[in-house]
């Protein structure tokens, strides 16, 4: 299953770094950029979370917030935001429930070998809660940029 423009975002409700439980009712003041890792600190996790933290401005100033989720625990986010000086909010998904509503968790390559886990993906949410965009299989390097420049189409 994949989501696609004009699809009902799946409600959510997971608890951030400091144990805070956000729901997807509490950001929709603003557009919301929502992306699936699949662990902190791991190289590839590390670059998408310090580039949508770098760019996170930019996100602003387009009225959008930024939001990444993965399924390491809150005091593991509170290390890797302070470990790498991230800007962005990071959720809690610990039994994947969530990442599975969005089609972000399921069957994926993964040094050749089929397993289950998160697949890298970010949705574009709007204000009433629909999807605006979805990127699925998304390379680590580089896609906040991209997410960043397909907010002006």
């Known amino acids: 299953m994949t989501l696609q423009k004009g699809d009902k ?7 951030n770094s400091d144990g805070t439980e956000i729901a997807l009712q509490d ?10 890792y699949p662990k902190d600190n791991t190289p590839g996790c590390t670059t998408e979370a310090q580039e949508f933290s770098a760019l996170l401005e930019a996100f602003e100033s387009k009225n959008t ?7 390491d625990s809150p005091t593991c986010h509170q290390n890797f935001i302070n470990k ?11 039994d994947k429930s969530v ?4 089609g972000a968790y399921g069957k994926k390559m993964m040094y050749g070998k089929e397993v289950l886990g998160i697949i890298r993906s970010t949705f574009v949410i709007d204000t009433n809660g629909h999807i605006i965009q979805s ?8 896609h906040a940029q991209k997410v960043l420049e397909s907010l002006d189409t």
């Open 135 to 142: 990127f699925y299989n998304v390379r680590a390097q580089g």
């Open 84 to 94: 790498q000086s991230l800007k962005v909010l990071l959720l809690s998904d610990s």
């Open 99 to 102: 990442a599975s509503a969005y």
């Open 9 to 15: 975002a799946p409600n959510f409700k997971l608890k």
């Open 27 to 36: 950001l929709l003041s603003k557009r919301v950029v929502l992306y699936f």
């Open 65 to 71: 917030i930024v939001v990444g989720i993965s399924p």
